[in-house]
Structures are given as C-alpha cells and as structure tokens.
C-alpha cells in the first residue's frame, strides 16, 4: 500500500482501491472536504478497476468525475442521504453563479458533447489555455466548475425528469465503460436525441432545482437563451 494523493489516505494495489484513512489525534484531519475526497477517490478506483476488460478504461474524466461526486458526497448532512444522494444546493448555487458571469460561463461552462469526450486534466486545460499560463486560482476554478457540471450531468440523466434518461444513460454506461470513446458512446445511447436540446434542457433543470433550493432567491434565465454561444 502507499499513500494516495489525497493527504491521509492510503491504497491498497490489490485491488486499486483506497482503504484506510489516516487521521491525526493531536491535529483532527477528518474534516468534509478531507473525508469527501477520500470517498470520491475510492469510487474512481473501484470503478475503474471492475471495468470489462480491465485493461481499457473508462476514458470520460466527465463519467468519472461525475459519478465519484455525484454519489461520494450526500446532499445533506444527514445519514439518511447516504442511501439515496441528491444534487447539492452549493453546486446547484455556483453552476448558476458561474452561468450568471459572462466571462465565467464562456470560459468554464461545456455542451455536454464536449465535456463527455474531455479524457483527462492536462486535455481539459490545453484545450481551454492552450500553453498560457493562468493563475493558481483559474486552475482550481476550472476544475472544480467541471466536476460540478459532472456532478449534476449524472443527478440529471439518472433521476431529472421523472428518470426519463435514465435507460438512454444506462446504455451510455455500458458503452463507454468497454471503452468507446466518450462521444461515440454518448452519440450512440442518445440516437434520435438531439444533444443541443438536452444541453438547453438539463440547464433549465439546474434553474429549476436552484428555484426549488432556494425560492425566494430570483433568479434571471435570460442566460440561458444563448448559453454556448461564443461571443467576441
């Protein structure tokens, strides 16, 4: 076993899995954020340890990414939501936060088309800053912006709207999890679904849950009219 890359957390190479969570008694480390990225850690690895075949991978960070946050941290701190985790208010809050921000929304906001087929951090970076270096801050804005979008892409496919993506995204699944490419994989399970709709769609169901989070906050849809539009 050797240490992860989460601080306090050790994996076991056997299985590809963290295990154990090391904590101190002089200075406690367990914190949310602590605890939350050992869990969400361990889904990836298991996840991608009981791939078929194994050699493949699943090569969507966003499959990855989303299903690790979606159902690592619970929407409450109550024991009861670790049976059934729901989208977060605070990731609901800072995506709408984030789509409200002309400059934010342009930089960090993705089509589903283009998150799905996003293989890892170093990719998602030069695919957005190319080899212009950005501050320490627009790095971790970045990252922690996508897995938000993750996060809600998965609460969205599998349970938004009355589930009625949920057996086009369970083919998705299968696809990507033998190793098809994440656009493929999506292109195929969705056929005769127009991506661009489910984008406009999936938006409109983060609004409607920050409204149903927080209902005396009002909240302007204008963003939405033209929410993947480059603008110069």
């Not at 934010?104 to 087929?117: D, F, G, K, N």
């Amino acid at each position: 076993m050797h240490d992860s890359y989460t601080s306090g957390a050790v994996r076991d190479e056997a299985i590809d899995a963290v295990v154990s969570f090391v904590n101190s008694f002089e200075k406690p480390k367990a914190t949310t954020e602590n605890v939350y990225r050992v869990l969400r850690e361990t889904f990836v690895s298991l996840l991608i340890a009981h791939v078929k075949p194994p050699a493949v991978g699943v090569t969507s960070l966003w499959l990855r990414e989303g299903l690790a946050s979606a159902w690592a941290w619970p929407s409450t701190p109550k024991v009861e939501s670790l049976d059934s985790p729901g989208l977060r208010a605070d990731v609901v809050a800072s995506l709408v936060e984030t789509c409200h921000d002309d400059r934010a929304r342009q930089t960090y906001l993705m089509p589903v088309s283009e998150l799905c087929a996003v293989t890892g951090w170093v990719p998602l970076t030069m695919r957005l800053f190319g080899d212009r270096q950005q501050p320490p801050e627009t790095y971790s804005k970045l990252a922690a912006t996508f897995v938000r979008q993750s996060s809600a892409w998965m609460h969205y496919l599998t349970s938004g709207r009355g589930g009625r993506h949920r057996v086009a995204f369970e083919k998705y699944l299968e696809l990507a999890m033998s190793g098809m490419s994440g656009n493929d994989a999506l292109s195929l399970a969705f056929a005769g679904t127009s991506l661009t709709d489910l984008d406009r769609d999936f938006w409109a169901w983060v609004y409607d849950s920050h409204q149903q989070a927080f209902p005396d906050v009002a909240i302007d849809r204008g963003d939405l009219q033209h929410l993947f539009e480059k603008v110069d």
